[in-house]
């Protein structure tokens, strides 16, 4: 018998393709914008006419391609954006694939134009069912235009399968929204059918929100953030008291990209445990940064799934977060630093409820710890109220796959554009300033009071936090306080010792210390830092010098990670008397910090009791 086995003609494999890629016009909306973005646009308009059957237009002013590339892009498997195997654990773009715009043009006629920024002229073409009808030269503007008309013409089945134009449409909104969300510094308008839909200006993710759900939603949030070394997450949740009776707005981002999982839902949902009414949803818009090589995207075409290395660790930080967030947006308007002692603990009636959350932080547990949480998770587990369910019980299709690359503990670089703060709030609701008397525990812990419990910090965590912050404004700012010494020190270290210390006098500038070399390892030091005990800074410069050396070569993050150390090493030590007025400034200075829950390293700065746990306690 002859041979049977050859290969499909591209436009029908393709096409084959196509139908995976593109379900619907919102896929072409999806694909396209995404292009759109990767390219580096700032401003992306889509113009859609019957939801998309007729035309579905996107015109950004990125980068734009060359009349080569611009051909080539129609190609399957013809991408840009990586090049080898590797590169798939290493994706910070939308796409990769390379088969967006090769299976569009096999299911419609397409129109291109595009012009590179320091090209005259840019390029035409039209291409329709994979064949490409006439390519020229062409004036337009910098960036690319998308012309889709005709979707599915070929493909009858497919497009007598499209739903009316008001669902069509609302698709297309949603797809539009998931890439409007990751890029609030890139405005985007929608129009459909003549009338504008969207015009969202470039601003700031909650603004961005409010632009796309309505003002409504700006008292609806609460702020979310968390850095640790493994995971980064920000966003906003929405205020119980907002649960919704209809799944709300839901997103989750990973690295910039919307995914469905249902199980990161479950361990969000279980945040607000006993705060949502019964059958009710919360909103939220949840942004995850990971490492690239951590997370497998490439396990579904549209790749809204995603694998984790480690979904527990998620899971849990995840839950954690969540928690705490909403317990602080509970406990900050209601902190109360007054003078008077007498707060109105009222008696629980029989059979009332009290709605506030509870902070339950265990002893001695740290999910933030800079190593990814496996042993510790174990001691998750083995507390009762803290179980993590199982990812698979949770996986909803064939999207197995593993993850070859084993986890990388990459540093992060702090963001460029400072985060919202948690405390933006917390400051507007606080109004007067603190004053209040606090009690030092065991010379250990600062107790104060809350309205609605009371509230231990952790004095040396806690003041960690406020150095390291305080450290890296002035690194950032290059502006440096350094208290001056009356009789200069000279200090003389190991070779190995100088070598490191010469490798960082510029850092150690901003951060205070003014030393100098003066040849063989001897060191004159001027200034100090004004938390450094002048008897101390031998053995201080000493233990920063170790650290580094244990860490190896700092690559990244050198200046956070000085920062870090140096907060650790000028913190105020547990046994450490304060006075009251040392304790207030702790407090003060705690709660207008950026991210003041959790110090540098991840320990909890402050944990809180409600009055509904010692209310608890004291039942018979
Ligand atoms: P992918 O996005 O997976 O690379 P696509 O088929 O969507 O694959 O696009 C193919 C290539 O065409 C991209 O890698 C990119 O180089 C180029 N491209 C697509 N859209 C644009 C655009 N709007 N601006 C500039 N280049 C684009
Ligand atoms: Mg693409």
Not at 51 to 73: E, F, H, V, W
Not at 587 to 596: A, G, K, T
């Amino acid at each position: 018998m002859s041979d049977i086995i050859h290969l499909l003609p591209d436009a029908v494999a393709n096409q084959i393709a196509a139908g995976e890629v593109i379900q619907r016009p919102a896929s072409v909306i999806k694909e396209l914008v995404e292009n759109a973005v990767d390219a580096g646009a700032d401003d992306i308009l889509v113009i859609i006419k019957d939801a998309g059957k007729t035309l579905i237009q996107i015109t950004d002013n990125g980068k734009g391609m060359s009349p080569t590339d611009a051909r080539m892009s129609f190609e399957r498997h013809a991408t840009s954006k990586i090049t080898n195997a590797q590169d798939l654990f290493a994706i910070r773009t939308k796409g990769f694939r390379g088969e967006a715009l090769a299976s569009i043009a096999a299911i419609a006629h397409v129109e291109l134009k595009t012009r590179q920024e320091d090209d005259t002229v840019g390029t035409l073409i039209i291409i329709e069912g994979s064949e490409v009808k006439k390519q020229e030269a062409v004036a337009c503007a910098k960036g690319t235009s998308f012309f889709v008309k005709n979707l599915f013409y070929n493909v009858p089945a497919r497009r007598n399968f499209l739903k009316s134009d008001s669902v069509e449409t609302s698709h297309i909104v949603d797809e539009f929204q998931r890439v409007a969300l990751t890029h609030p510094e890139v405005s985007f308008t929608l129009i459909n059918n003549n009338n504008e839909v969207f015009k969202l200006e470039k601003s700031g993710l909650r603004q961005r929100i409010v632009g796309i759900f309505g003002k409504s939603y700006n008292e609806k949030l609460v702020p979310v953030e968390e850095a640790t070394d493994y995971v980064k997450i920000k966003g906003f949740v929405s205020k119980p008291e907002f649960a919704r009776k209809t799944r709300g707005e839901q997103y989750f981002f990973i690295n910039n990209r919307f995914i469905k999982n249902a199980y990161l839902n479950h361990a969000l949902v279980k945040a607000y445990e006993q705060m949502l009414p019964p059958n009710t949803h919360p909103s939220y818009f949840i942004y995850f940064d990971l490492p690239p090589n951590v997370i497998d995207i490439n396990i579904h075409p549209t790749k809204t799934e995603v694998k984790f290395e480690d979904e527990k660790t998620i899971y849990a930080i995840l839950r954690s977060t969540i928690k705490r967030s909403l317990g602080i947006y509970n406990i900050t308007p209601t902190i109360d630093f007054e003078t008077e002692a007498t707060v109105d603990i009222m008696p629980l009636k029989p059979g009332e409820t009290v709605k506030q959350p509870t902070i339950r932080l265990k002893d001695g547990y740290n999910p933030f710890a800079g190593q990814v949480a496996n042993a510790d998770l174990r001691k998750y587990n083995t507390i009762d109220d803290w179980q993590i369910p199982d990812a698979d019980s949770f996986r909803t299709s064939s999207t197995e796959k593993n993850i070859h690359t084993s986890l990388n503990q990459t540093a992060f670089v702090l963001p460029d554009e400072p985060q919202e703060s948690m405390l933006s709030n917390f400051d507007d609701n606080l109004g007067e300033p603190l004053k209040k008397t606090s009690y030092q525990l065991h010379k250990t812990y600062i107790l104060s009071h809350i309205k609605t419990g009371f509230l231990i910090i952790d004095q040396h965590s806690a003041h960690e936090r406020i150095l390291y912050e305080k450290y890296i404004r002035q690194m950032a700012h290059h502006q440096s306080y350094s208290q001056q010494l009356l009789f200069p020190a000279v200090l003389n270290f190991s070779t190995s010792e100088a070598e490191l210390l010469i490798g960082i006098l510029n850092d150690l500038h901003l951060l205070g210390f003014e030393i100098s070399s003066m040849g063989k390892n001897d060191f004159g030091v001027n200034g100090i830092p004004p938390e450094l005990k002048e008897n101390e800074l031998q053995q201080s410069i000493e233990k920063i010098l170790e650290e580094i050396k244990q860490q190896g070569e700092i690559r990244t993050g050198k200046k956070e990670f000085l920062a870090k150390v140096l907060a650790k090493n000028m913190a105020v030590k547990a046994g450490e008397k304060l006075g009251e007025e040392e304790m207030q400034h702790i407090i003060d200075q705690l709660f207008s910090c950026e991210l003041p829950y959790h110090s540098p390293s991840g320990r909890p700065t402050l944990i809180t009791f409600t009055l509904e746990e010692l209310a608890k306690r004291f039942k018979k």
